[in-house]
């Protein structure tokens, strides 16, 4: 059956600019609860791995945004892709051609889900192309290079977007709307554990030279960014301790196991394990004077569970990329402003605080954040 969503999808952003009904249609979940009649953001996925053929799966079921392109360096997938997405030839590149699709309207964004350290310049090149970028985290490899693609999107004024799916989570967004209400009293703790044992010793993601670091740029970066919209503050000071087991797994510069503590300005203090050597580490738990919040499974893949002091959350199931990709096109495209921000200062944040981390394993000291 040829849904209203395949002919809407087919359509241009621009020939169909047509406003959200209201604003609380436009929140989180409304957009799978009424037809949809706003803009359609037309993607092009950029590095087609492990994570990038699971955000084009999602954007199967999105209804504000399409994937219309690839970019890849590898022939085949692209090949493969043109059948199982329909791509058409004139919207496939390679890493040497990309460039090109500045001319081409059938583009609106790039999402970049490549190594590390491959997003600052692939970021600076899609933005002189004049196509937003959405770029996966960590968004680059220390924030003085994330500035730089901050920078480089403004004066191609382009928008800049970080893929934290979990900024659109159900749960966690009921868990900030609770702590927003006073129903915590006031914030005291938080605690963020994020961790997996990685298997392949020769993957990308314990090459300091493409992932920038370990454990802390891949998957401690959670528990990083969580403690900032758990507690809504930002650290105003980082500890941290790293131990490692494997030295001939995790090379110098790869990090196996970090815990670092982060003081807020209200008297907060977050304690967080980043780890590549224990599984079962996906947990936030905040706590305040009359009650706390729970996350656990907090960050993967979901169904994310919440649990605070008057109960389970059992805010229902939507894939993340799915919705991050309709949301992150209604703020593209119409300005949405999100609860939680996902835009390219969001990401800097986040590597000012990396670096602070790494800083105090370096020196053993106490790093203050300006
Ligand atoms: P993969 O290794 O599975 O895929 C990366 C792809 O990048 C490759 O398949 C390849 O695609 C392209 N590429 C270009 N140059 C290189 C290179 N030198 N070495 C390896 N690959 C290269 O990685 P993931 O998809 O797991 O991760 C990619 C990014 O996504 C990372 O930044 C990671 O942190 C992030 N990520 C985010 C998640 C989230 O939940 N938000 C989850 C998982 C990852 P091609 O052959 O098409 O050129």
Not at 49 to 66: N, Q
Not at 97 to 107: G, V
Not at 132 to 147: D, F, R, S, T, Y
Not at 344 to 350: A, I, L, Q, S, W
Request: proline share 4%; glycine share 10%.
């Amino acid at each position: 059956m040829k849904s209203r969503r395949d002919f809407l999808q087919k359509i241009s952003a621009t020939a169909l600019a047509v406003p959200f009904l209201s604003s609380a249609k436009a929140a989180g979940s409304s957009f799978y609860e009424e037809p949809y009649e706003g803009p359609v953001l037309k993607v092009a996925i950029l590095g087609l791995g492990s994570y990038g053929t699971r955000v084009a799966e999602a954007m199967r079921d999105c209804k504000a945004a399409k994937l219309t392109g690839v970019i890849s360096g590898t022939p085949s997938k692209i090949a493969d892709w043109q059948k199982k997405y329909g791509i058409p030839a004139a919207n496939c590149y390679n890493y040497e051609n990309f460039d090109k699709i500045k001319d081409n309207k059938d583009i609106d964004a790039v999402y970049i889900i490549t190594p590390n350290a491959l997003h600052k310049d692939q970021a600076i090149r899609v933005a002189r192309a004049g196509k937003h970028v959405i770029c996966e985290k960590p968004m680059a490899l220390n924030a003085k290079e994330g500035q730089e693609m901050v920078d480089a999107c403004k004066k191609a004024n382009v928008k800049l977007l970080v893929g934290y799916r979990m900024h659109f989570e159900a749960n966690t967004l009921e868990i900030i709307r609770m702590r927003n209400a006073g129903e915590l009293g006031k914030v005291m703790f938080f605690q963020g554990l994020s961790g997996f044992r990685i298997g392949d010793p020769g993957q990308w993601r314990l090459s300091k030279e493409l992932a920038g670091g370990g454990a802390l740029m891949d998957i401690g970066i959670y528990s990083v960014n969580g403690a900032r919209y758990m507690v809504g503050e930002e650290p105003v000071w980082v500890t941290a301790q790293e131990v490692k087991t494997d030295p001939v797994k995790f090379k110098e510069g790869v990090d196996e196991t970090i815990t670092f503590q982060l003081g807020f300005p209200s008297g907060v203090i977050a304690s967080c394990l980043s780890t590549y050597s224990m599984n079962y580490l996906d947990r936030f738990f905040l706590n305040g004077t009359q009650g706390f919040a729970e996350l656990q499974p907090a960050t993967g893949y979901g169904p994310i569970k919440g649990r605070t002091h008057k109960g389970e959350l059992n805010l229902p199931h939507k894939t993340h990329q799915t919705v991050q990709m309709d949301e992150m096109s209604a703020i593209i495209l119409q300005n949405k402003k999100p609860v939680v921000p996902v835009d390219g200062e969001e990401g800097v944040k986040d590597l000012r605080i990396m670096d602070a981390i790494y800083e105090a394993v370096r020196t053993g000291k106490k790093v203050e954040l300006g």
